[in-house]
């Protein structure tokens, strides 16, 4: 019920700052961040107005900043990837359709080779149409291997045999590309499980790092995507797309808490080279200033 | 009927049961509720606030006469309002008195725009009207080698020309094709861009008047949250679209972009997308959007079982 009190914003804070609050709130929900943390969010600012160390709206706004970043760098925050220190590094790359899984890869292997780290794509979206193809235009831009088997076949036994051929061939980084897939359809997921246990087969404790990708345009049902993804394999981090467009992909901080995974990397367009770490404070501040 | 939001409004309305009658204070409560559930669906921030004005001024009314069940009551008004404000149902696509008639796809990166297209040829083709697909996306890597695979698995001819970048030769090229081989329909499939960017949208406006499409289908991802509106009308300005196309309806995602679409540009939603294959296009049922936006099953279904 108090939940349901504080959705209104005016009726809790009339005579206060009213007017800055309730600007803040539609900033956020407007910014796809969800009425809970945009509420959590809201409620903090207005604890430190009472304080008295929010007065101004420029204060308002960057008390509402340091409220995201903060939120942000709580627990397992860490952007910098995961390697392994005994052999090849493997990256599972996991998302819905079309939320940018394949073109993130080719970014992180072109970034790989420019610190002079060698990669090998493996392609286990045997099932739409032109994946394939597309993951060898970029491991071709990247400079990187590819290992790919027929459309169709068994993704599971293309990650396998990526891996097995990262591991022969001596690389140091194996990215293995999957099929989009909505996390309510059970045979994919269980798909999923499968090539995340065929890899960890092959090479024990791999994968290193388990990627979900989100697009930075969707709304509140990344929420949903990120549990179901997560139950199904150990997801160790979020790469959020398309933050070149106008959206803000703000629901990234509720997923944030929700894992307890760091947002690793953040896509700014389609070129090989719009790839960021992702930055919390830059973050932040980008959001307040528009 | 045992949904979510039926479930919350109970519980407002619950504690004045043995008063009887209903405060606005009460109704205020109520739609803060629905507020809460319609932005969890996504629904545009600014036409929820307008929704629920609308809705407030007709729930006082109706409430007002001690209700039995206020909960269910104002359920019913905001499914009803909801269905009103996504429009009649849709028909198809609209075709030329001149054959063939151009499709022309458009949206945002990813949205689903060439599954799409291979959806619509299927569809056309079953209803035996030749169709065509031409690939117009000379950018994203490996599009045209997607929409070969699609026509061949569909057994839909495709035009493609590796040689340029001009998407508007390409195009001409592609309809005049369909031309010679009297086909009934030509689908153009573009690349994704953003709708801020200028020369991407240049292009469109380029290829629309070069080929003048018969439809202009806005391609939006069924799981976009609060840019939904945005992003429409960016398209929207730069090509009068014809109709939006819901795509990824198969997952959980409550679509509240549907309204927010429809509630700004008044542009039917002409089909939603559910699932990869080729046959997973379908109708658009706007009570049926309505009551998954609130989270209420098939309310139809329920209703017609009453
Ligand atoms: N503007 C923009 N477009 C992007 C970005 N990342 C990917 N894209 C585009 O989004 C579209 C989909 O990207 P893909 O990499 O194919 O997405 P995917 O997740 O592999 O898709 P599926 O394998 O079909 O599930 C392509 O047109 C990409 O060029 C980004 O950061 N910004
Ligand atoms: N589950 C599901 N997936 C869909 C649906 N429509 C499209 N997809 C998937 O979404 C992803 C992107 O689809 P595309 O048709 O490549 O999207 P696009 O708009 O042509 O992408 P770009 O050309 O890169 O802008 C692919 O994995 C499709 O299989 C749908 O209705 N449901
Ligand atoms: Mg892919
Ligand atoms: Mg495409």
Known sequence: ?290 | MFDELTDKLGNVFAKLRGRGVLTENDIKEGMREVRRVLLEADVNFALTREFLERVEKQAVGVLQLKSIQPAQQLVKIVHDELTAMLGERREGLKMSSVPPTIIMMVGLQGSGKTTTAGKLARRLKLEAKSTRLVAADVYRPAAIDQLETLGKALDVPVYADRTTQDVVKIAKAGIEQGVRNRDRVVIVDTAGRLQIDADMMDELTRLKAAIKPDEILFVADGMTGQEAVKIAQGFNEALDITGVILTKLDGDARGGAALSIYGVLKKPIKYIGVGEKPDALEEFHPERMAGRILQMGDIVSLVEKA
């Open chain 1, 1 to 290: 019920i108090k939940d349901v009190v504080r959705t209104d914003v005016s009726v809790l804070f009339k005579g206060v700052d009213e007017g800055s609050l309730e600007a803040l709130e539609t900033l956020l929900i407007e910014s796809d961040f969800g009425v809970p943390t945009s509420l959590a969010l809201v409620a903090e600012v207005e604890r430190r107005h009472k304080r008295g160390d929010v007065k101004s709206e420029s204060e308002f706004r960057q008390a509402l900043a340091d409220g995201v970043e903060a939120a942000l760098r709580k627990g397992n925050s860490d952007p910098a990837l995961r390697t392994n220190p005994g052999g090849p590094t493997v990256v599972l790359v996991i998302g819905v359709n079309g939320a940018g899984k394949t073109t993130f890869i080719g970014k992180l292997s072109a970034a790989f080779r420019a610190e002079g780290k060698r990669v090998l794509l493996g392609a286990a979206d045997t099932f739409r149409a032109g994946a394939i193809d597309q993951l060898r235009v970029w491991s071709e831009r990247a400079g990187v291997d590819f290992v790919g088997g027929a459309p169709g076949s068994d993704p599971a036994s293309v990650a396998f045999d990526a891996v097995d051929a990262g591991v022969t061939r001596g690389v140091d980084v194996i990215i293995v590309d999957t099929a989009g897939r909505l996390h309510t359809s059970d045979d994919l997921m269980t798909e999923l499980r499968k090539i995340h246990r065929v890899i960890g087969k092959r090479l024990p404790d791999a994968p290193h790092e388990i990627l979900l990708v989100l697009d930075g345009t969707i709304g509140q049902n990344a929420l949903s995507q990120a549990r179901t993804f997560s139950a199904a394999v150990p997801v160790t981090g979020i790469v959020v797309t398309k933050l070149d467009g106008t959206a803000k992909g703000g629901i990234v901080v509720a997923v944030h808490e929700a894992l307890d995974v760091p947002i690793k990397f953040v896509g700014l367009g389609e070129q090989i080279g719009d790839l960021e770490p992702f930055d919390a404070g830059d973050y932040a501040r980008e959001l307040v200033e528009t």
